[in-house]
C-alpha cells in the first residue's frame, strides 16, 4: 500500500467519526493502540486519521477530553502489550512477521534503549518506526515495569495532545 491509499482509509475513518460521533472515543482509541502495537503499527500507520480527528473534534464540537482521554490509553496499552510480547517471547519476535521485513529496526531500537534506557520509551513515541520496536525492546531487554509504565502513560498523554490538539485548537480560534 502507498501514501495515498493511506491517506484515503484515513480520511474514509475522519468521515465515519464525522457521521458516528458517539463512536469517536472508541475508534480513537483503537487507532492510536494499533498505532502503538509492535506489529500492526507498521502495517498500518493511523497518525494521519488521528489528526484529522484531532481537526474534526474543533470544527464539530465534539468533547475533545474523552478523544484525548481514548488516545491516550490506547496508546499506552498498545506499548504496554509491546512490552509483554519482549518479555514473553524476547529476541525471536523479530524475526516475525512484519518485523522481519524490517531487519534494522529490532537492532536500532535495541541500540537507541541501550543508550537512553527509560527516556527512550518516552523519546520513541514521538518517532514512528522507534514507536513500533522501542517498547517491544524494552521488554526484551526486561526494563523494570514501573519506570517503564511511567514513561510509557506520560509520553501516550503527550503523544494524544500533540496530534489531536493542533486541530482542535486551531479551529476553535477561527470561530
Not at 34 to 63: D, Q, Y
Request: hydrophobic content about 60%; proline content about 7%.
Amino acid at each position: 500500500m502507498n501514501f495515498q491509499t493511506f491517506e484515503q482509509h484515513a480520511l474514509a475513518v475522519v468521515e465515519f467519526v464525522r457521521a458516528n460521533q458517539g463512536w469517536a472515543p472508541l475508534i480513537v482509541g483503537l487507532l492510536a493502540f494499533g498505532e502503538s502495537l509492535a506489529f500492526i503499527s507498521l502495517l498500518i500507520p493511523a497518525t494521519v486519521a488521528l489528526v484529522g480527528i484531532g481537526a474534526l473534534v474543533g470544527a464539530s464540537g465534539i468533547s475533545f477530553f474523552p478523544i484525548w482521554l481514548a488516545a491516550g490509553i490506547g496508546a499506552a496499552l498498545g506499548d504496554w502489550v509491546s512490552y509483554w510480547v519482549g518479555l514473553k517471547f524476547e529476541e525471536p519476535v523479530a524475526k516475525v512477521w512484519p518485523l522481519s521485513r524490517y531487519p534494522d529496526l529490532v537492532p536500532s531500537g535495541h541500540a537507541f534503549v541501550e543508550k537512553y534506557g527509560i527516556y527512550a520509551v518516552f523519546i520513541g513515541r514521538f518517532f514512528g518506526p522507534f514507536r513500533a520496536v522501542v517498547p517491544l525492546v524494552a521488554g526484551i531487554l526486561e526494563m523494570p515495569f514501573w519506570p517503564f509504565q511511567v514513561a510509557n502513560f506520560t509520553s501516550a498523554f503527550l503523544w494524544a495532545t500533540v496530534l489531536l490538539a493542533p486541530g482542535w485548537l486551531g479551529l476553535k480560534m477561527l470561530f
